[in-house]
T-cell receptor, first 115, second 111 residues
Framework: EAGVAQSPRYKIIEKRQSVAFWCNPISGHATLYWYQQILGQGPKLLIQFQNNGVVDDSQLPKDRFSAERLKGVDSTLKIQPAKLEDSAVYLC?????????????FGQGTRLTVV | DQQVKQNSPSLSVQEGRISILNCDYTNSMFDYFLWYKKYPAEGPTFLISISSIKDKNEDGRFTVFLNKSAKHLSLHIVPSQPGDSAVYFCAAIPGSYQLTFGKGTKLSVIP
């Protein structure tokens, strides 16, 4: 079974530039998550999709971050414009459903450095 | 405000001995708990979970204990192996599925 695929693995941009990350979840997984992990911290949920609908985006900085999941499969996360404090690893995860017992499977992440 | 706390940033254990990783939580609504393991340059991988209706769950060398009254859980690894060296994250879910992670504990198993 293929895992969660993310690209790119690494990205370096200047502040005020824009950047986009791509995620392909495990086939058949209805729930998709984007997490931000700042160095020394645990992953923090940015947005959660159930199929192509948003379930939770309460911690997404909506003035600069946006995410979409077209056709309920792949997803993109965009930052525009980027700030220095956005430097982090962005993790995509997917799970079969939303209930307890359906653990999330994570991709390798995209390491973003904003200079 | 950290709702899931892992107060030990690091832990070193001799190979063959027991590793005990601790986690405390503050949100009484959490009713499902998970441990994830993370190697460098990889995403976290699910290790073991426990529901709040239980106080213990075991899977091979890994056992998770839950003390609801103390809002405390721990992960025991027996015996510890060098391949267990990784960062371990404690995570919790309230009624709705929003996984909240602790900051992680880096485990080093010394051969």
């Amino acid at each position: 079974e293929a895992g969660v695929a993310q690209s790119p693995r690494y990205k370096i941009i200047e502040k005020r530039q824009s950047v986009a990350f791509w995620c392909n979840p495990i086939s058949g997984h209805a729930t998709l998550y984007w997490y931000q992990q700042i160095l020394g911290q645990g992953p923090k949920l940015l947005i959660q999709f159930q199929n192509n609908g948003v379930v939770d985006d309460s911690q997404l900085p909506k003035d600069r971050f946006s995410a979409e999941r077209l056709k309920g499969v792949d997803s993109t996360l965009k930052i525009q414009p980027a700030k220095l404090e956005d430097s982090a690893v962005y993790l995509c995860a997917s799970s079969l459903g939303q209930g307890k017992g359906t653990e999330a499977f994570f991709g390798q992440g995209t390491r973003l450095t904003v200079v | 405000d950290q709702q899931v706390k892992q107060n030990s940033p690091s832990l070193s254990v001799q190979e063959g001995r027991i590793s005990i990783l601790n986690c405390d939580y503050t949100n009484s609504m959490f009713d499902y708990f998970l441990w994830y393991k993370k190697y460098p340059a990889e995403g976290p991988t699910f290790l073991i979970s426990i529901s709040s209706i239980k106080d213990k769950n075991e899977d091979g060398r890994f056992t998770v204990f839950l003390n609801k009254s103390a809002k405390h859980l721990s992960l025991h690894i027996v015996p510890s192996q060098p391949g267990d060296s990784a960062v371990y994250f404690c995570a919790a879910i309230p009624g709705s599925y929003q996984l909240t992670f602790g900051k992680g504990t880096k485990l080093s198993v010394i051969p």
